[in-house]
């Protein structure tokens, strides 16, 4: 991310703006991301705390 992506992101959560990001470490590709997100959710471990800021 670059400094202006991090303002705009900072901006957007103190106008109330709910934002999510989806990144997954140790994904290969974009398909493999998605697939590890949508199981997450499924299975329940996606959110926690630690998704939050």
């Given amino acids: ?3 202006m992506t991090i ?3 900072q901006k957007l ?3 109330g ?3 999510a990001v ?3 470490y140790g994904a290969s590709n974009i398909a493999d991301a ?4 949508a199981r997450a959710v ?3 471990s996606f959110p926690a705390e ?3 800021f």
């Fill in 13 to 15: 959560r103190d106008d």
């Fill in 50 to 52: 630690e998704h939050s």
């Fill in 1 to 3: 991310m670059t400094r």
């Fill in 7 to 9: 303002k705009a992101l």
């Fill in 34 to 37: 998605a697939e590890r997100y």
């Fill in 42 to 44: 499924r299975d329940g």
């Fill in 22 to 24: 989806l990144t997954c």
């Fill in 17 to 19: 703006v709910k934002v």
